[in-house]
């Protein structure tokens, strides 16, 4: 009893955030509806090249926003934006993944793949910030939360190492999830089996009806529920601050569509990155048990190991390529 009720002081803090940040990151938001409705009346395959720049693009902002964080809160708090982008970006890549199985197992053309990945991003920004507010609330009222969270993160450290190896077979499992999903939702929705362009609902015999990609979408939002509860403990191990958490999600996130199509297109060269995602939730879940007895972690430490790992990553995958890789090229 002694341990736990001397861990009732969170591990959390507000900082002080000018107005100006909050009307910044409104502004950007703004600027992607803008964009991409704009893009949203021709459907069109996305091209590589279209891909990586719009995906240098959002860096360069989320970069820019966080020169703002600095001058405006401080380097700490720029530290810890960072530090939270850089996990979230790292952790999508598994979403991307998924992604694609999405589109592939029910026949996404390409055109539309875009205009479905926007109705994702704009939930995942919705249901991020309710997530991250529950689980500031809950560290906030009880820091031996950090220990549940850091377990969940141990979980997926394990799981993603499986992956790397190879012995963890993440098809299989959505094709498990698949199914019964479909089901469950053709049981309480009503919905057309196939795709009327890019279309959300139809009329079938005088009965509204959702779409094949209403449904698609639905999928999406689901998984990428699935994928917050990994995520945002892990970003909130590094930024326990409301605003610091959220607003490197959405930064995050509204790259995200174009950072689809780039890794669509190079995902089997960076074999390399799956290893260093498992050592970075397995760093950050040995962060979160350990951080309620007292242990804390510079920022500047937790910057080098996700800078050393990720991009230590992309360095071993370029330079060696596993044999099987070889033979397939």
Same mark, same amino acid.
């Given at each position: 009893?002694?341990?736990?009720?001397?861990?009732?002081?969170?591990?959390?803090?507000?900082?002080?955030?000018?107005?100006?940040?909050?009307?910044?990151?409104?502004?950007?938001?703004?600027?992607?509806?803008?964009?991409?409705?704009?893009?949203?009346?021709?459907?069109?395959?996305?091209?590589?090249?279209?891909?990586?720049?719009?995906?240098?693009?959002?860096?360069?902002?989320?970069?820019?926003?966080?020169?703002? @964080? =600095?001058? *405006? &809160?401080?380097?700490? $708090?720029?530290? !810890?934006? %960072?530090?939270?982008?850089?996990?979230?970006?790292?952790?999508?890549?598994?979403?991307?993944?998924?992604?694609?199985?999405?589109?592939?197992?029910?026949?996404?053309?390409?055109?539309?793949?875009?205009?479905?990945?926007?109705?994702?991003?704009?939930?995942?920004? @919705? =249901?991020? *910030? &309710?997530?991250?507010? $529950?689980?500031? !609330?809950? %560290?906030?009222?009880?820091?031996?939360?950090?220990?549940?969270?850091?377990?969940?993160?141990?979980?997926?450290?394990?799981?993603?190492?499986?992956?790397?190896?190879?012995?963890?077979?993440?098809?299989?499992?959505?094709?498990?999830?698949?199914?019964?999903?479909?089901?469950?939702?053709?049981?309480?929705?009503?919905?057309?089996?196939?795709?009327?362009?890019?279309?959300?609902?139809?009329?079938?015999?005088?009965?509204?009806?959702?779409?094949?990609?209403?449904?698609?979408?639905?999928?999406?939002?689901?998984?990428?529920?699935?994928?917050?509860?990994?995520?945002?403990?892990?970003?909130?191990?590094?930024?326990?601050?409301?605003?610091?958490?959220?607003?490197?999600?959405?930064?995050?996130?509204?790259?995200?569509?174009?950072?689809?199509?780039?890794?669509?297109?190079?995902?089997?060269?960076?074999?390399?990155?799956?290893?260093?995602?498992?050592?970075?939730?397995?760093?950050?879940?040995?962060?979160?048990?350990?951080?309620?007895?007292?242990?804390?972690?510079?920022?500047?430490?937790?910057?080098?190991?996700?800078?050393?790992?990720?991009?230590?990553?992309?360095?071993?995958?370029?330079?060696?390529?596993?044999?099987?890789?070889?033979?397939?090229?």
């Amino acid at each position: 009893m002694n341990l736990f009720s001397s861990l009732n002081h969170a591990p959390v803090h507000d900082y002080h955030v000018p107005l100006f940040l909050y009307l910044a990151m409104l502004a950007v938001l703004a600027f992607y509806a803008v964009i991409e409705f704009r893009h949203s009346k021709h459907d069109h395959v996305i091209k590589f090249k279209e891909a990586l720049k719009w995906s240098l693009i959002y860096i360069f902002i989320s970069l820019a926003f966080s020169v703002l @964080i =600095f001058f *405006l &809160i401080g380097k700490q $708090a720029a530290g !810890e934006y %960072l530090a939270a982008w850089g996990i979230e970006k790292a952790l999508s890549l598994d979403n991307l993944f998924i992604m694609g199985l999405i589109f592939t197992g029910f026949k996404v053309k390409p055109e539309y793949q875009r205009r479905m990945l926007n109705y994702g991003i704009a939930g995942a920004i @919705i =249901f991020r *910030l &309710i997530f991250i507010l $529950a689980g500031f !609330e809950l %560290l906030r009222r009880f820091e031996w939360v950090s220990i549940i969270f850091g377990l969940i993160l141990l979980r997926a450290s394990w799981k993603a190492y499986k992956e790397a190896r190879g012995g963890h077979d993440i098809e299989e499992e959505f094709e498990t999830i698949e199914g019964p999903m479909i089901r469950l939702m053709n049981k309480v929705l009503p919905i057309y089996p196939k795709f009327v362009g890019h279309k959300l609902t139809t009329k079938i015999d005088g009965k509204r009806m959702l779409t094949m990609m209403a449904a698609v979408i639905i999928i999406i939002e689901f998984t990428d529920i699935i994928f917050a509860v990994d995520s945002v403990p892990a970003v909130l191990a590094v930024s326990p601050d409301r605003f610091i958490a959220y607003s490197s999600n959405v930064f995050a996130l509204l790259g995200l569509r174009a950072l689809f199509f780039v890794y669509e297109a190079v995902a089997d060269k960076f074999w390399a990155i799956n290893w260093a995602l498992s050592a970075i939730l397995g760093w950050i879940s040995f962060k979160m048990i350990t951080g309620p007895f007292g242990l804390e972690i510079p920022i500047i430490i937790n910057l080098g190991v996700l800078f050393v790992l990720f991009f230590g990553s992309i360095i071993i995958s370029i330079k060696w390529q596993p044999k099987h890789k070889k033979a397939k090229a």
